[in-house]
């Protein structure tokens, strides 16, 4: 998850309604969703999608070795851990699938290191414009629909979601009896609570049992506790007996505004749920099934 607050990134999108389909999705490490993206026409690269990065990013040493140019100036990034200064650089043309984002301006970030793919950076919700984008998980698949497009299927809820931000997407959460808000962060591994929802819930967080640590952007260690619960529920989705960790992440402090009982909703608790994020008309949508047919999905792609 990646905030660059003030970033603008120019993009053009060349898809229509008709010609709307799917990015491809792979599996990364603990889930993560991957996506094969072309810069600058050169061989297709692996980015983490990532719907909490306000914009995409890019490795150094791939900047560097794609010799992309340097913006003058620099920007302030903000991920789970604190902030740092970083050097912007200019990528012409970001293919994916059937998004062609062009004319964005993209900090140089060290990329995720991953045993399962090489990553290059994140690809963040800039590339997705005023699009609707539906996330379907189990069939490894983003469908890029014109905003506005009806999911037709039955299934879809809307989420009521606290749209702070295209990046910060809140929707609330239940745990037990205790109400919160979640942010939706498909590049995060691990859904996580602040330490004031844990305490809410009665966990005792000094007593949780360790659960190693993450590093944030600016290379500090950020602890991790882990606890497991006994239900959880987001609008039509449940589940039963899930494990979350807790830690006190300078994220939390950015998303206060949303209240103080606060999680990051990652891939553990998303990896088979569909969801639709519709940037155009700020909204979410939330799925009660796991998969679609493949009748509704063809369904989900033409418009009424």
Known sequence: MTWLPALVAAAVLATSPA?????ALERGDEGTPIIRASINGTEPLAFVLDTAASGTTIDPAVA??????????????????GGIDVVLHRILSLRA??????DLSVPALPAPDFRSHAVAGLAGIDVFGKQMAVWAPRDNCVLVLANGTPL????????RANWVQ???????????????????DTGAQYTTLNPRFAER???DVAKLK????????????????EARLDHARVGPWRWTSPTVRVGALPVFERLAMAGD???ILGMDWLSDRRFAIDYGNRSVWLSASQAAPASHRQAEMSRR
């Open 19 to 23: 010609a709307a389909s799917c990015i």
């Open 64 to 81: 560097k070795r794609l010799a992309l140019p340097n913006e003058s100036g620099t920007q302030t990034a903000q991920g789970m851990g």
């Open 97 to 102: 699938g059937p998004i062609n984002a062009q």
């Open 152 to 159: 037709r299927d039955g299934t879809w809820h809307n989420a």
């Open 166 to 184: 295209p990046w910060k997407i809140m929707v609330p959460v239940r745990i037990g009896r205790v109400d919160g808000w979640a942010l939706l």
């Open 201 to 203: 819930l009665g966990l």
């Open 210 to 225: 360790p659960a190693g640590a993450i590093a944030g952007i600016d290379g500090r260690e950020l602890q991790l506790r």
């Open 261 to 263: 009982t606060l999680a």
